[in-house]
């Protein structure tokens, strides 16, 4: 979902309230020297160097993680150096085209990481998880299929899951007598009563245009399950013309109709903090967004989390939809991979193995209000303050037989931006269905 969800998805959230650090945007701090690392200057000594975005606590996080390994290590050290968000990006890019890059890399998965394996950019790590079950069984499987391509898998989680669902006001819901709702029909009863008592169902950050592929993700997966993604990203023809998808619009303007979502919600934003503010203000009682709101809602009206009066539930079902009303959509996690350049691929995936999501970053991650994908936390989750909201995310995930990576991740960056465009159309009843499908359909990518 573009940048901007990323600066927003990594706000953590601490013990006492908010951690200073956004993943997504930086500082620019920088520590090492840049570049594909050779052998060290030591005696056997083997140098690997480790590219990532973190800031404020996450990236103090990072940062003891790879002090943690260097004091483990007697033959090898490792750097790491902090880059701004945008930058990162274009930075990556060049070393990836000048095999100037760095042993270990930050990455979201999906079209941008294919892109690099495609160019023979990317070291495979699926023969070193193979030999190691132990190792390879350590993360959620859901988060996986970011980083999976063909069967191979070149990256593996380096921080914790951000899934979307929707948030609800409690109070507006008991005041009218709701509850949750667990069926596409459900959330129009929802809708149809908090019109008729004049609360806005649903807030929408329709500026930012992101937002509103939270609901084509679900829609598409619940109407027609996985593969009619996995079509599109294969680009096969007429592809964006499956019947999912243009039942999934047809949905999507039917809540339009109801007038579910608040009045000139084409000019609400985001990442100013509208839309949420719409929520803890009473004005609109859910918003479908990912598990970072949380972090939004604690900062601007914590009394509303403290007061139990902020609550959460899944993407509803569809009925007679093929797909499994348990996939989750969303950012699985971001992910470490070993670059081709690297002069120490033995050593980087011994820092992979050893150090990422290690106990102790584990602990330091949940300190920080985060869920790590990896296997059998929930005691530690349970504990932490927020556990029950931390708990349901992570059973969201582990429960998930598939977890979506965000569309304008997954797929090439032109047909992401358009899907953008195209879709913004459709929630602004400028485009019907079926033109969407026609003018997507231009844009697939074969594979």
Not at 81 to 93: A, I, R, T, V
Not at 160 to 187: A, E, H, R, S
Not at 309 to 318: E, H, M, N, T
Not at 391 to 416: C, G, I, M, R
Request: include cysteine.
């Amino acid at each position: 979902m573009q940048h901007r969800l990323r600066k927003a998805a990594a706000a953590a959230i601490t013990l006492g309230g908010l951690a200073a650090g956004v993943a997504g945007c930086g500082n620019g701090g920088q520590t090492g020297n840049a570049g594909t690392s050779g052998n060290g200057t030591a005696a056997g000594q083997q140098n690997i160097t480790l590219w990532d975005i973190q800031t404020g606590d996450l990236q103090k996080a990072i940062q003891s993680m790879v002090d943690d390994f260097n004091q483990s290590q007697s033959n090898i050290h490792a750097t790491v150096q902090f880059f701004e968000n945008d930058p990162y990006k274009q930075k990556l890019q060049v070393a990836m085209g000048s095999h100037s890059a760095p042993d270990i890399f930050f990455g979201w998965g999906g079209g941008i990481l294919k892109s690099y394996i495609d160019a023979r950019d990317v070291y495979d790590l699926t023969d070193a998880l193979n030999k190691d079950p132990q190792w390879k069984n350590k993360f959620l499987p859901s988060v996986m299929s970011a980083v999976t391509f063909d069967g191979h898998i070149y990256g593996i989680p380096n921080n914790y899951v951000q899934p979307v669902f929707f948030f609800y006001n409690k109070k507006l819901f008991d005041q009218y007598g709701l509850q949750p709702p667990k069926t596409w029909d459900d959330l129009l009863h929802c809708v149809q009563v908090l019109k008729q008592h004049g609360v806005i169902p649903i807030a929408l950050a329709g500026k930012d245009k992101w937002p509103d592929l939270m609901y084509e993700e679900y829609l598409v997966d619940r109407i027609g399950g996985p593969q009619v993604f996995d079509n599109i990203v294969a680009g096969k023809p007429d592809a964006w013309s499956d019947p999912a998808v243009l039942k999934a619009n047809e949905m999507i303007q039917q809540l339009v109709d109801m007038g579910a979502f608040e009045p000139g919600y084409a000019s609400v934003g985001y990442g100013d903090g509208e839309a949420t503010a719409l929520v803890y203000t009473d004005k609109a009682a859910m918003q479908l967004m990912g598990s970072w709101d949380f972090s939004s809602v604690l900062t601007n009206a914590k009394s509303m989390v403290d007061n139990g009066q902020l609550g959460w539930f899944p993407f509803p079902s569809v009925p007679s939809g093929a797909g499994n009303p348990a996939d989750v959509a969303g950012n699985p996690s971001n992910f470490y991979s070993i670059s081709m350049d690297s002069k120490n691929k033995d050593a980087a995936l011994t820092f992979l193995h050893d150090a990422v999501l290690s106990d102790n970053t584990v602990k330091r991650l949940i300190d920080l209000g985060q869920v790590p994908p990896v296997q059998g936390i929930e005691d530690q989750l349970k504990q932490a303050k927020y556990g029950d909201y931390m708990t349901f995310q992570y059973d969201l995930v582990k429960n998930a037989p598939h977890f979506q990576l965000s569309w304008d991740q997954a797929l090439p960056p032109a047909e992401a931006q358009q899907l953008l465009t195209d879709l913004d159309k459709v929630f602004l009843k400028q485009m019907t269905p079926q033109q969407f499908s026609d003018d997507m359909n231009k844009y697939l990518q074969k594979q």
